[in-house]
C-alpha cells in the first residue's frame, strides 16, 4: 500500500515536472535571477561536484613562484579579466550579462588552489566558464591559479607591474604551448 502510494506520488512528481519543462513555464533567461530554490539547488550541485573532482588534483608545490605567478598574470589578463575583473576594473559589459555573475576573483574565492585548478580547467556548465583545458595545458592553467591566490592582496599598479614583469604574452605562451615547449619553465618540467 505505501509503495504504490509512493510510486503515484513520484508518478505525479515526475508529470508535473515534465509538463514544467514542455510549457516553459520556468524563465532561464540570464536577466532573470533564478527562484531560491532552484539556485541554493545549482549551487549545491556545482560546489560539490567540484569538490569531489578536485580531491584527486596534485597541487604543484611552487604556486608562489613569483615567475609563475607573472605567467599567470599575464593569462588571466587576456583569458579572466573580461569576466572576472582585475583590480580596480570597472565591470564590463560580459561581466554585466552574465547569470549566475562570475566572481570578482580580485576579492579572493573559497576555492582550494585543486578545486581552483579543476574549474579553470573544466569549466563550469551554465555558467559561462570556459574548459580552458582544452585549449591549454595544465602548466599554465596552474600558472593562472598561482596568480589567482596573488590576485586579493595586489593593488590596481602592483597588478600593471606584474603583467609588464611577465616573461611572455599570453599569445606568446599559446605559441610555445602549440609548437610543444614548455612555456620557459627552463629544461626540467615542473613536479
Known amino acids: 500500500m505505501i509503495a504504490a502510494a509512493v510510486g503515484c506520488a513520484l508518478l505525479l512528481l515526475i508529470g508535473a515536472a515534465s509538463l514544467v519543462i514542455y510549457l516553459g513555464i520556468y524563465n532561464i533567461a540570464a536577466d532573470a535571477p533564478h527562484t531560491q530554490p532552484v539556485y541554493w539547488l545549482l549551487k549545491t550541485i556545482r560546489e560539490q561536484s567540484i569538490a569531489v573532482r578536485a580531491a584527486a588534483v596534485v597541487v604543484p608545490p611552487d604556486l608562489a613562484d613569483p615567475k609563475r605567478i607573472a605567467e599567470g598574470a599575464a593569462q588571466y589578463a587576456e583569458m579572466c579579466s573580461g569576466c ?74 602592483q597588478y600593471q607591474t606584474l603583467l609588464r614583469s611577465a616573461p611572455k604574452t599570453h599569445d606568446e605562451m599559446m605559441q610555445e604551448m602549440e609548437m610543444g615547449n614548455d612555456h620557459g619553465h627552463g629544461d626540467q618540467p615542473r613536479q
Open 84 to 157: 572576472h575583473l582585475a583590480p580596480e576594473m570597472k565591470r564590463t559589459e560580459i561581466s554585466q550579462g552574465l547569470y549566475p555573475r562570475a566572481p570578482e576573483l580580485r576579492r579572493g574565492s573559497n576555492f582550494t588552489p585543486a578545486e581552483e585548478f579543476w574549474v579553470v580547467k573544466h569549466g563550469v556548465k551554465m555558467t559561462g566558464m570556459p574548459a580552458w583545458g582544452v585549449t591549454h595545458d595544465d602548466e599554465l592553467l596552474w600558472d593562472v591559479v598561482a596568480f589567482l591566490r596573488k590576485l586579493p592582496e595586489l593593488t590596481a599598479d
